[in-house]
């Protein structure tokens, strides 16, 4: 997909989330140099990860709510195949170097349940697992998603499923707090298993189904030009820097986190603020985020605080990860969206008009949903 296509907001949203990401695996690897502050803000690596979760249920649901209007149904085979190229080589190859990794590396130990949960994306239910591989609890949650929420979609209809999304923002904290008192050898996993962490995807599922409603409020546009839309980046780090405190996180710091990350990404969609705007489109951000998932891949094997090897030591530790991230990015991912665009996405492409996207006026928005749709597909 050409960068003309994508919208280079969110690919800079996204180059913020990996490289809090990058920040949270950074810290404790030998030679890093942390900042004091940066247990104050809370699990920094954490909140980069759910950002990546309200942008994919934003744009999930927009494409299929795009689909749906376009051609009054959805298909969901075509959504499934868009998604294996999306997402199964890249993380197949990863696994591929893991294994012949294992096989010449003594220190490399997988187990057998390790392999079982990475293979079948259930990672986010496996907790004694291997440093390695570890990172896959995030993208088990984003596959458990992708199974289950088109469908629900398909078999719900639009404006029920939002109901559904809706539901599970409110359901979530409960869930939380009953695993906490009543599972305690469960603690661990909370944040990690689908229905302690999906209330962060269905709020962006929520604001893909209620964004054009927002935009036509007076006030929903003043605040987002206000310079009071910063108290909102300012609840986000407050109510994750409160992650340390069960007793307000798991009811309440969570969910205020999602709903202020879900403004925000509407914020930076909107471009809202031209400041922040040319911030996040520089050409540097545009790039990072467009490698985002092929570094968050990598980085898992150079990024790790328990061991002391040259690798794993900064900086060459993140000049590693960078390099196989880009084999990765040019050798794998691209290669398979190529195709993908050739065998998938050639007919789609014709029928969604060219998009514009604008700085939000007081009287004047431009929304555009075929810009979102290029951007997922």
Same mark, same amino acid.
């Given at each position: +997909?050409?960068?003309s296509?994508?919208?280079?907001?969110?690919?800079g949203?996204?180059?913020?989330?990996?490289?809090?990401?990058?920040?949270?695996?950074l *810290?404790?690897?030998?030679?890093?140099?942390? $900042?004091?502050?940066?247990?104050? $803000?809370?699990?920094?690596?954490?909140?980069?990860?759910?950002?990546?979760?309200v942008?994919?249920?934003?744009?999930?649901?927009? @494409?299929?709510?795009?689909?749906?209007?376009?051609?009054?149904?959805?298909?969901?085979?075509?959504?499934?195949?868009?998604?294996?190229?999306?997402?199964?080589? %890249?993380? *197949? !190859?990863?696994?591929?170097? =893991?294994a012949?990794?294992?096989?010449?590396?003594?220190?490399?130990?997988?187990?057998?349940?390790?392999?079982?949960?990475? @293979? !079948?994306?259930?990672?986010?239910?496996?907790?004694?697992?291997?440093?390695?591989?570890?990172?896959?609890?995030?993208l088990?949650?984003?596959?458990?998603?992708?199974?289950?929420?088109?469908?629900?979609?398909? =078999?719900?209809?639009?404006?029920?499923?939002?109901?559904?999304?809706?539901?599970a /923002?409110?359901?979530?904290?409960?869930?939380?707090?009953?695993?906490?008192?009543?599972?305690?050898?469960w603690?661990?996993?909370?944040?990690? !298993?689908?229905?302690?962490? +999906?209330?962060? /995807? %269905?709020?962006? &599922?929520? @604001?893909?189904?209620?964004?054009?409603? $927002?935009?036509?409020r007076?006030?929903?546009?003043?605040?987002?030009?206000?310079p009071r839309?910063?108290?909102?980046?300012?609840v986000?780090?407050?109510?994750?820097?409160?992650?340390?405190?069960?007793?307000?996180?798991?009811?309440?710091?969570?969910?205020?986190?999602?709903?202020?990350?879900?403004?925000?990404v509407?914020?930076?969609?909107?471009? *809202?603020?031209?400041?922040?705007?040319?911030?996040?489109?520089? *050409?540097?951000?545009?790039? =990072?985020?467009?490698?985002?998932?092929? @570094?968050?891949?990598?980085?898992?094997?150079?990024?790790n605080r328990?061991?002391?090897? +040259?690798?794993?030591?900064?900086?060459?530790?993140?000049?590693?990860?960078?390099?196989?991230?880009?084999?990765?990015?040019? &050798?794998?991912?691209?290669p398979? $969206?190529?195709?993908?665009?050739?065998?998938?996405?050639?007919?789609?492409?014709?029928?969604?008009?060219? %998009?514009?996207?604008?700085?939000?006026?007081?009287n004047?928005?431009?929304?555009?949903?075929?810009?979102?749709?290029?951007?997922?597909?």
């Amino acid at each position: +997909m050409s960068t003309s296509e994508r919208i280079p907001s969110l690919d800079g949203l996204r180059a913020v989330s990996i490289g809090l990401v990058l920040l949270g695996h950074l *810290a404790g690897t030998r030679h890093f140099l942390g $900042l004091p502050s940066l247990t104050l $803000l809370g699990d920094v690596g954490n909140l980069g990860v759910t950002v990546f979760f309200v942008i994919s249920g934003f744009l999930i649901t927009t @494409l299929l709510l795009s689909e749906q209007a376009r051609e009054h149904r959805i298909d969901l085979a075509a959504f499934y195949v868009r998604r294996a190229f999306r997402i199964l080589p %890249a993380a *197949a !190859t990863y696994l591929l170097a =893991v294994a012949l990794l294992a096989a010449v590396a003594p220190r490399v130990r997988l187990g057998t349940l390790d392999w079982l949960h990475a @293979l !079948t994306f259930t990672m986010n239910y496996h907790q004694q697992r291997d440093w390695i591989v570890g990172h896959l609890w995030s993208l088990s949650v984003e596959e458990q998603f992708y199974l289950l929420w088109p469908a629900a979609v398909v =078999v719900l209809g639009p404006k029920r499923s939002a109901w559904l999304a809706g539901a599970a /923002i409110v359901i979530a904290p409960a869930w939380r707090v009953s695993v906490w008192v009543l599972f305690p050898e469960w603690r661990d996993a909370i944040g990690e !298993t689908f229905p302690t962490v +999906m209330d962060a /995807i %269905a709020s962006g &599922c929520v @604001l893909a189904g209620c964004a054009g409603w $927002l935009v036509q409020r007076a006030w929903y546009r003043r605040f987002l030009t206000s310079p009071r839309f910063a108290l909102v980046i300012l609840v986000v780090l407050i109510s994750n820097a409160f992650d340390r405190y069960p007793s307000f996180y798991l009811p309440f710091g969570m969910t205020l986190r999602n709903a202020g990350i879900a403004l925000v990404v509407h914020w930076a969609i909107l471009r *809202a603020s031209p400041l922040v705007a040319r911030v996040l489109e520089c *050409a540097p951000l545009i790039w =990072v985020g467009r490698l985002s998932y092929s @570094l968050y891949l990598w980085q898992q094997p150079f990024l790790n605080r328990h061991s002391p090897a +040259m690798l794993t030591s900064f900086p060459v530790n993140l000049a590693c990860a960078g390099l196989c991230a880009c084999l990765s990015f040019f &050798c794998v991912e691209s290669p398979f $969206l190529r195709l993908r665009e050739r065998r998938v996405l050639g007919g789609v492409r014709q029928r969604v008009p060219r %998009a514009r996207t604008q700085v939000v006026k007081p009287n004047q928005v431009d929304v555009s949903a075929a810009a979102v749709l290029r951007d997922l597909q």
